[in-house]
């Protein structure tokens, strides 16, 4: 019979949270703020579009006598 190795046995713990857990859930929240400004600021534009706005040939500059 096969000697059962440390892994097989029923009293191992399952692994901790390290510090790479809590940054990767900052990393996940500050993603999230970035794109809910992005969508406050998308949608504060207004969906109508701007006036033409006709361009007029600069007037003619009288010549220095």
């Known amino acids: 019979m096969a000697a059962r190795s440390?892994?097989?046995?029923?009293?191992?713990?399952?692994?901790?949270?390290?510090?790479?857990?809590?940054?990767?859930?900052?990393?996940?929240?500050?993603?999230?703020?970035?794109?809910?400004?992005?969508a406050i600021d998308y949608f504060s534009y207004p969906s109508s579009k701007p006036p033409v706005v006709s361009l007029r040939p600069p007037a003619p500059v009288a010549p220095a006598p």
């Open 6 to 38: 440390r892994s097989d046995s029923p009293r191992t713990a399952a692994p901790r949270s390290d510090i790479y857990v809590g940054l990767l859930i900052l990393a996940f929240v500050a993603q999230l703020a970035g794109a809910t400004f992005l």
